[in-house]
């Protein structure tokens, strides 16, 4: 499988021979400016399926933003993001790739339970009879039935999780991931990224700790250097 | 931590297909978003109170005489109404900007528009449905004759819906500002005066004895214009809001 991540004013520089039909997501010349600081200029990256891009670098690099601009959410001063081709948003937008985000707020209503705010996305998912296994799964089996607002930020984090288990979505937005959660909820998070990529699906993950994705090819792209 | 949460990719092959069809996917949202309302009720009977207020107060600061108190009710009513609804719009995307779900609903592969009037419906039935209700209980101390009551209750029926979408442009608009009651009633409060003036026009035009049904056919007809337009309005405004 062909990895390239390019900095390179030729956008499809990661495109090379032979993978073409394996790359899924790949962003081609991507730039952004907030207020006076330009987050990232002329940025592209290209991603098979089955793998991770890992965007790395210090408070205020623009991380989530990128995560942001990669989701369709902020739109970008140049430059596009592309699933399978064609443009992210349609092809979002048409049902033909489901789309995971999970950004620094956990997207829980806090006067809902756990039980109550995961069974909407499973709804929206189509699966609601994966709740109870997810949750179960995730550790909050016992405080399923808190509501969201009693919830320590951990948990919240935790829920946030489950609420990405839950999407059977193809490609995973975390941003940053890993905050909050103990070393058993990392552990978890860590594999079940690796078993998203091993079962042939995509993840881009904001992070400024290390994260092991296990035996999923990781790119990385580092901002802010 | 056993893990074996399949991470349900599996289901790639029928991701052209959503989960859920459009009506059933109108009523997930609109179920949550009422539950959500009712465990928040202080805020969502703020509005209802408001509406009491403004229309007990009227009687105690004007002269109590039934034909005068007959003559200024369909103004009071509608205006107290309208103002109820300006008063609740800020909760409409407020905390869902807040708390992310504006973000999960931006990026999930439904049409925005169909969602944000669910929740603008939803919104309508804990603020909205309340002031319909309470109109003809109220009205009843304004001396108000029954065939004026019936056509009061149906303007309002048919109007403060209208109000409340009309209202949802200006809410997603300013949804990413801090501060801006002010500035949403501004925005919204021009739109909203056909809606009083064809409300009020209405119950006048019953008490007076006359045919009420040109402006409430008018009243149903800016409704239809409101249902089909105002959610897509809205849902460009909140992508620019969530940016």
């Known amino acids: 499988m062909t990895r390239r991540l390019g900095w390179a004013a030729d956008p499809l520089a990661g495109w090379g021979t032979g993978a073409l039909e394996t790359v899924v997501l790949a962003g081609a010349g991507l730039t952004l400016w907030r207020g006076t600081t330009c987050l990232f200029e002329a940025l592209s990256f290209s991603l098979p399926v089955g793998s991770a891009l890992l965007i790395e670098g210090p408070n205020g690099a623009g991380k989530t933003t990128l995560l942001r601009v990669i989701a ?111 070393t058993a909820g990392r552990r978890f998070l860590e594999q079940a990224l690796g078993e998203h990529l091993a079962n042939g699906g995509t993840a881009v993950v904001a992070a400024h700790q290390s994260l092991d994705f296990g035996s999923g090819p990781v790119t990385r792209l580092a901002l802010g250097s | 931590m056993a893990l074996n949460v399949a991470t349900g990719t599996s289901s790639r092959d029928a991701a052209a297909e959503p989960a859920l069809g459009l009506l059933a996917l109108f009523w997930v949202i609109l179920a949550r978003d009422l539950r959500v309302g009712l465990r928040r009720w202080t805020d969502a009977s703020n509005s209802a109170l408001f509406f009491i207020l403004v229309v007990t107060l009227f009687p105690l600061a004007l002269s109590p005489r039934a034909e005068q108190l007959r003559m200024i009710a369909p103004g009071v009513l509608w205006i107290a109404a309208l103002l109820a609804t300006l008063l609740s719009l800020q909760l409409l995307f407020r905390s869902d900007l807040e708390d992310g779900t504006l973000e999960q609903l931006l990026t999930l592969p439904y049409p925005l528009g169909w969602m944000l009037l669910a929740k603008t419906l939803a919104h309508w039935i804990i603020t909205g449905m309340p002031v319909v209700l309470m109109a003809p209980i109220l009205a009843i101390t304004y001396q108000l004759p029954a065939t004026a009551l019936s056509v009061l209750t149906l303007s309002l029926l048919l109007g403060t819906p209208t109000l409340s979408l009309l209202g949802s442009i200006g809410a997603a608009l300013t949804a990413g500002l801090r501060g801006a009651g002010v500035l949403l009633v501004f925005i919204v409060a021009p739109l909203m005066l056909p809606v009083l003036i064809l409300g009020a026009r209405a119950t006048d035009l019953a008490l007076a004895g006359e045919d009420p049904t040109g402006p409430l056919y008018l009243l149903g007809a800016l409704l239809v214009l409101a249902v089909s337009l105002a959610p897509v309005v809205a849902a460009g405004a909140i992508r620019v809001s969530a940016d």
Do not use: I, Y
């Open chain 1, 72 to 182: 369709g959410l902020t739109r970008p001063e140049s430059g596009s993001v592309t699933w399978q081709g064609s443009d992210f948003r349609q092809q979002l937008q048409s049902g033909r790739l489901r789309l995971a985000f999970s950004g620094h707020s956990p997207g829980l209503k806090p006067e809902l339970t756990t039980r109550e705010n995961l069974r909407f996305f499973a709804q929206l998912a189509g699966q609601p009879a994966r709740v109870s296994e997810v949750l179960d799964a995730t550790g909050l089996g016992a405080s399923a039935g808190l509501d969201v607002r009693l919830l320590s930020a951990g948990q919240k984090r935790r829920a946030a999780l489950a609420r990405v288990l839950l999407s059977a979505a193809d490609l995973w937005l975390l941003d940053e991931p890993q905050t909050n959660l103990d």
